[in-house]
């Protein structure tokens, strides 16, 4: 069965400090790991998209690393804003363009 | 440009009664997805067109459900006797429908059944 696990499920962390989340996958085959940015009460918006020949991809203070082999990727976000305060979700699209979406994890950013 | 568009952007029903969500898509883009959220959760996959046609529906939960794109641009998702279980934000997304083209989506539809 496809899934895609996060962790941590939430976390806090202040504001100027820099963090990682994880995402493990078992979707298969695979085509591309994507990371979106969901802000309370509106629609996710993407942030990056990797294919299975990238292992590092990055969008300002944001930097999603994939390791193909092991099916596992993380986002860095690095000297975190206030603005950063969101769900963070790892999507994995197989071969038929199915996406398979994980639960995200909540990153708090306190002043 | 203008991005998705999801209407109405909230909505209360009664259990039983029937309700049409409704997306406009960005032009152009021939892909568009229906996705479930509930609290805390990630989106839960509901039917993908391509064009007009429905090229996966298998994540309907049941026949209560069904939705529909005629012209290939504005999609509707129709809910009949709505059960208190379907209370949750209704996401469309739409992209060009490359394997690499990122989603966008709209702001959701949150659905209330009390």
């Known amino acids: 069965k496809n899934q895609v696990e996060q962790s941590p499920q939430s976390l806090i962390i202040l504001e100027g400090k820099n963090c990682t989340l994880q995402c493990n996958y078992t979707v298969s085959p695979f085509s591309n790991l994507r990371w979106y940015k969901q802000d309370t009460g509106r629609g996710p918006v993407s942030l990056t998209i990797?294919?299975?020949?990238?292992n590092t991809k990055s969008n300002g203070r944001y930097t999603a690393t994939l390791d193909a082999d092991t099916k596992q990727s993380s986002l860095h976000i690095t000297a975190s804003q206030l603005s950063d305060s969101a769900s963070y979700i790892c999507v994995v699209n197989n071969a038929g363009n199915m996406l398979t979406f994980g639960g995200g994890t909540r990153l708090m950013v306190k002043p | 440009g203008a991005g998705v568009s999801q209407t109405p952007s909230n909505k209360v029903t009664e259990k039983g009664k029937y309700v049409e969500l409704r997306c406009d898509p960005i032009s152009g883009h021939t892909a568009l997805y229906w996705y479930r959220q509930s609290l805390g959760q990630g989106p839960e996959f509901l039917i993908y067109?391509?064009?007009?046609?429905?090229?996966?529906d298998s994540g309907l939960p049941n026949d209560r459900f069904f939705a529909v794109r005629p012209e290939g641009s504005v999609s509707t998702l129709k809910i009949q006797r709505t059960e208190r279980g379907d209370s949750a934000v209704y996401l469309c997304?739409?992209?060009?429908?490359?394997?690499?083209?990122?989603?966008?989506f709209g702001n959701g539809t949150r659905l209330t059944v009390t």
């Open positions: 990797m294919t299975f020949s990238e």
């Open positions: 997304a739409s992209s060009l429908g490359g394997q690499n083209s990122p989603l966008h």
């Open positions: 067109f391509q064009g007009t046609g429905a090229a996966d």
